[in-house]
């Protein structure tokens, strides 16, 4: 990260570096963006508020006379008639200080990049830290109810599901642990009962693990 890029704890102290009128600019792109994703993590990315599935969706940053929206170059491309007012470049869109939000646009853009996310995974999501292996993909894919009940998970309880069935050794255990998950998602469960959780993304335990993730 470059020297002169300001870090912030959270999107809220963000926000609140900034005069009134702005800020509600601000809260009104961050309140969109959490109703056409509210499964999405908030975070800091290369000192900007980012949203963030398997990776990042869409950023926002504050400029001199406007706020850029970085969904991507694709989402730019795909809503190019939409975007027809704004100034934008291969990835950014200029929304000047002076205009109100455009919230249906905005919502439009986050669907778009949690499409375009899953689509990498032919249609579910991973975890935050974990891939989907080959044999989980298979169980989820043989139910459409299920493959809606997964995708709707957040990225961690997605996450914790697949450490929960990838970190046993035995391949019985394994496949107990997968048919378990399946009847579990079918109850309308969102995470292993009484998992403690994955260990691969507590700090003080990585070291036991490699830094890959599990395949």
């Known amino acids: 990260m470059s020297a002169l890029i300001k870090k912030f704890n959270d ?90 939000i455009p919230v249906g646009l905005i919502k439009k853009l986050v669907k778009f990049r949690i499409a375009e996310d899953a689509k990498k995974n032919n249609g579910l999501l991973p975890g935050i830290y974990h891939e989907l292996t080959a044999d989980i993909k298979k169980a989820i894919k043989l139910n459409k109810a299920i493959i809606d009940k997964w995708n709707n998970l957040t990225p961690i309880q997605r996450n914790e599901w697949i450490c929960w069935i990838t970190i046993v050794k035995k391949a019985e255990t394994r496949k107990e642990h997968l048919e378990r998950m399946i009847e579990e998602l079918q109850e ?27 395949k």
């Open 11 to 100: 999107i809220d102290e963000y926000h609140s570096q900034h005069p009134h009128n702005i800020k509600q600019l601000l809260d009104t792109i961050r309140l969109s963006i959490k109703q056409a994703a509210p499964n999405t993590m908030e975070t800091i990315s290369y000192g900007m508020p980012a949203f963030k599935e398997n990776k990042v969706l869409i950023y926002y940053a504050v400029n001199k006379n406007h706020i850029g929206i970085y969904p991507g170059s694709n989402a730019i491309v795909y809503f190019k008639k939409e975007l027809e007012k704004y100034s934008t470049s291969k990835g950014a869109i200029q929304i000047s200080l002076a205009k109100p």
């Open 188 to 214: 309308g469960k969102r995470q292993p009962c009484c998992w403690p959780g994955c260990p691969h993304r507590k700090p003080n335990t990585q070291k036991w693990f490699s830094k890959t993730k599990t």
